[in-house]
């Protein structure tokens, strides 16, 4: 040992540390074992003794470099391996990585495996005779991460090679790990081979394992007739629970030339075999799959059907039966309405049941004196919103009405019991029923009848108020007006001004200057001309002139 090789020993450091160095060089082949098995012994030497209780001084528990370590540090270092730690070795001692298990994966070609590497080949008991066993089998070019999850996952060469033959091509580890993780054993794929399914995947075997696929209920499709079936169809079939004796079971019922899709929707809605039955005994013989489906989406039970045919609808189609069954028409409802109406179809009285068209309604009308009733009047009826009792105040007022239809139609306007009475409390009492949808239609307010009335307009035509009231003309105008002189004036005129642009201010604005016994035909031209309040002001606070229509007109005419 050379003087540059020389171990100075800090003080401060201690005797453990001090020893892993003395170690870790040796290992790395900077010191020979000898020359570190004589550093340890100085290390140890140099360390104070201990004194017992009897007063005798023992030397300090001190472990030496043994043959054993120096052997086995060198061999790895032989191996390719010139800086392993402490660690690595404690890890090597405690997972039995020994030179002649390093040196059996090296001759097998593993020659670049790390320590951490060779310590989990020993925990997980990656053995040489394990690879060689696969590289017998034919694997050539597995690496060590996929030897290692191969033996996490219990995967023996012989279980490897049965699968690749199986297969008919070359499975790789992942399929082979996921065969032994959903525990696909070679007789399955065999006897799922056997039932029928030969140009499989790994990922069908999978698929049909995981989802609980047996072979003898693979076969039982077979044999029930169903030989053209993928892995997907046999999945489906699966997942939804669908039996090889249900298939049977349909076509006992009548359904014949079933496909994966007929059977998987069949069981999805629980169509059972006796369901299809029992509706072919109630009458329903021509049914296919999606008809069944209809029928069991909206809970049509064969008793219900049956129920109709009593009634006396017999020819009923899934599509009718299935109207039926949304809007809850059942037999009873049926039986009673046909009875007052006679036959009806079954969009007749879905239409009935949808407004609502009770038996009771139908009885009330009757005692009105309605007898020729129809199913489109008395939807039509409910839709408007014409009820009983519509009927009844309008024969309390006067308005005694035998005709259904003229009785939609003025519901239909908006003519309620409350407009006609408002129409009498404005003095609108004598207008017959043509003038008062006329009035409804017109969008003539009542509100508006009574500001006409209280302004001192006589009682008018609905087409009267209608114009005014298109024109413009309100009841304060038509005070203002009156207050004007105007007393006898007619519609026409009052439309009139209101089209001319006289104004309530213009009329007052003449008032206030003086201005007396003006006509209609007068106000009409004035504002035509363009006489404004502020004109009229002007001219009235002058006095220059009199306020009169000619000078009115000659001053617009001038400005």
Request: net charge negative.
């Amino acid at each position: 040992m050379t003087p540059e090789d020389a171990v100075y020993v800090n003080p401060a450091s201690s005797l453990k540390e001090e020893r892993s160095l003395i170690l870790q060089m040796v290992a790395a082949g900077k010191i020979t074992a000898e020359d570190g098995e004589q550093l340890l012994e100085a290390l140890e030497a140099s360390q104070p003794r201990e004194t017992g209780n009897s007063g005798r001084r023992g030397r300090h528990s001190q472990r030496r470099l043994d043959g054993n370590e120096v052997e086995f540090l060198g061999q790895m270092r032989g191996l390719g391996f010139h800086d392993i730690t402490m660690h690595e070795y404690h890890e090597m001692q405690l997972h039995g990585v020994s030179p002649e298990f390093v040196k059996a994966f090296s001759d097998l070609g593993f020659r670049n495996l790390d320590i951490d590497e060779l310590v989990q080949c020993r925990i997980h008991d990656i053995t040489p005779g394990f690879i060689r066993s696969f590289s017998q089998a034919g694997w050539k070019h597995v690496d060590m991460d996929e030897f290692i999850q191969l033996r996490i996952h219990g995967v023996s060469a012989d279980y490897a090679l049965q699968m690749r033959e199986l297969l008919g091509k070359r499975a790789d580890v992942d399929e082979i790990v996921q065969f032994k993780i959903h525990n696909v054993s070679p007789d399955y794929i065999r006897e799922v081979k056997d039932a029928g399914l030969t140009d499989l995947s790994a990922d069908d075997i999978v698929q049909l394992r995981t989802h609980g696929a047996q072979p003898d209920y693979v076969k039982a499709f077979w044999d029930a007739g169903l030989t053209d079936l993928d892995v997907d169809d046999i999945v489906q079939l699966r997942i939804h629970n669908v039996q090889p004796e249900y298939v049977q079971a349909a076509r006992d019922a009548g359904l014949t030339d079933l496909d994966v899709d007929d059977l998987v929707q069949l069981r999805i809605h629980n169509a059972q075999p006796e369901y299809v039955k029992a509706f072919r005994d109630a009458g329903l013989t021509d049914l296919d799959v999606e008809d069944l489906v209809q029928l069991r989406i909206h809970n049509a039970q064969p008793e219900y059907v049956k129920s109709f045919r009593d009634a006396g609808l017999t020819d009923l189609d899934v599509d009718e039966i299935v109207q039926l069954r949304i809007h809850n028409v059942n037999a009873e409802y049926v039986n009673t309405i046909r009875a007052s109406l006679g036959d009806l179809d079954v969009d007749e009285i879905v239409q009935m049941r949808i407004h609502n068209v009770s038996p009771e309604f139908i009885a009330e009308l009757t005692q009105l004196g309605f007898t020729d009733l129809d199913a489109e009047t008395l939807s039509e009826m409910r839709n408007q919103g014409v009820s009983v009792n519509y009927i009844r105040e309008l024969r309390e007022m006067g308005y005694v009405i035998n005709d259904l239809d003229a009785i939609v139609d003025l519901r239909n306007s908006g003519v309620t019991p409350g407009f006609l009475r408002g129409l009498r409390d404005a003095g609108l009492g004598h207008l017959n029923l043509d003038d008062v949808v006329e009035f409804r239609d017109n969008g003539v307010s009542i509100k508006y009848v009574q500001e006409l009335s209280n302004a001192g307009l006589p009682s008018l035509s609905a087409d009267d108020y209608y114009d005014l009231d298109y024109a413009g003309v309100s009841g304060e105008l038509v005070r203002v007006l009156m207050e004007a002189g105007l007393k006898e004036i007619k519609t026409d005129q009052l439309t009139e001004l209101a089209e001319a642009g006289v104004t309530i201010e213009l009329v007052r604005a003449l008032m206030e200057a003086g201005l007396k016994e003006i006509k209609p035909g007068q106000l009409a031209e004035l504002a035509e001309a363009g006489v404004t309040v502020q004109m009229v002001r002007n001219l009235a606070k002058g006095g220059l002139m009199d306020v009169s229509v000619k000078n009115l007109l000659r001053q617009a005419e001038q400005d």
